[in-house]
């Protein structure tokens, strides 16, 4: 295998100890960090109506951690299409990639990233159940090109500012769909192992048996996305697995009013039967160990899934414990640290 790139996917947790602003500068110093460490991409998700979450608006967050940082790509892991024209899309990426020239992914998924009355308050009313994403997708393309098909009723809209490279896009899928969506438009595929485990060897096996190049790759690139928290000893991990047990079971149980918890809240925390059997640690969506073990972990699915990248995402509310993941999982996986000039 070519050498492995290791990159950062931020969800930008709000932990009940503090205010939102407070978790979002955490995560610009985390992106930061990040940088110096080596790390290849910084990606913000976008998600609505979770507090616990201060991933709302990627876009800004991408601009204002491109903005603190040297180095590091920095995108959307992902813009969820159809929450947005596709004008919006490539008008928003085009500035960003004005802004900053040549370090700029656009990650695009077919999910809404929150519920089903909240994607219809952001898509003000859209028929409940309609996906347009081939087609959002298509019309985004056109954009990038300035080159919307002759006839199509939006052809003489630009989207501004013109003369603007157009940043990679990846497709961010959790089964076969996206894996084939991006093969055969010769876009990145961005797995994502941490929310549905089980298709991942056969959805990047697909991915890369069915690619084409063309104007967006001429080779395959994919990234595999995983949820994993390091720490020192295998007790200390642990507990940081429960703080990720404990919030994701608040968002399956449809708790979008609770804030992350904190060690002290996940541990006192009493899973009923029910819980406890979707616990995303049994579930194999949360990895939790020590540098040696979370090592042997990652390169082993790297190899058994032939991904060209590695993308951790580390929830983790305490913003020193989550930095240390970070930090513990550099060294382990021996990535080159950033110098600066």
């Known amino acids: 295998m070519a050498p492995l790139n290791f990159s950062v996917l931020d969800l930008c947790p709000v932990p009940s100890d503090l205010t939102p602003g407070e978790a979002l500068n955490n995560s610009i110093a985390l992106a930061q960090e990040a940088d110096a460490l080596g790390y290849h991409r910084y990606w913000l998700a976008e998600h609505h109506n979770m507090a616990m979450l201060a991933c709302s608006v990627p876009e800004l967050l991408i601009a204002r951690i491109a903005a603190a940082t040297p180095r590091i790509r920095v995108g959307a892991g992902g813009i969820m299409l159809p929450n ?32 089903g009355r909240t994607a219809l308050a952001l898509r003000r009313g859209a028929a409940e159940g309609e996906d347009d994403f081939l087609a959002q997708l298509s019309d985004l393309v056109g954009y990038f090109n300035d080159a919307l098909p002759q006839g199509h009723r939006f052809e003489r809209v630009a989207a501004a500012p013109t003369g603007v490279d157009m940043p990679p896009i990846w497709i961010l899928g959790t ?43 001429d080779a395959p690139r994919a990234i595999l996305s995983l949820h994993v928290l390091c720490a020192d000893s295998q007790d200390e991990a642990d507990e940081l697995a429960r703080i990720g047990d404990t919030a994701l079971i608040h968002v399956i149980s449809g708790r979008t009013r609770a804030r992350f918890p904190t060690r002290a809240e996940a541990l006192a925390y009493n899973f009923s039967l029910e819980e406890d059997r979707h616990r995303p640690t049994r579930a194999g969506r949360i990895k939790a160990g020590t540098p040696d073990i979370l090592r042997d972990y990652i390169l082993e699915l790297a190899q058994t899934t032939q991904a060209d990248e590695i993308m951790i995402t580390s929830m983790i509310g305490e913003h020193q414990a989550r930095v240390k993941s970070y930090r513990l999982l550099a060294d382990a996986l021996e990535i080159e640290r950033f110098a600066e000039a």
């Open 175 to 217: 089964s076969y769909f996206g894996a084939q969506v991006a093969a055969i438009n010769g876009f990145g595929f961005a797995f994502a192992h941490h929310i549905t485990p089980e298709p991942a060897v056969e959805a990047m096996r697909i991915y890369r048996s069915q690619f084409k190049p063309s104007q967006f790759g």
């Open 84 to 115: 947005h024209s596709a004008l919006h899309v490539a008008e928003t990426f085009r500035v960003l990639e004005a802004m900053t020239p040549g370090r700029i992914d656009l990650g695009l998924g077919r999910a809404p990233g929150t519920d």
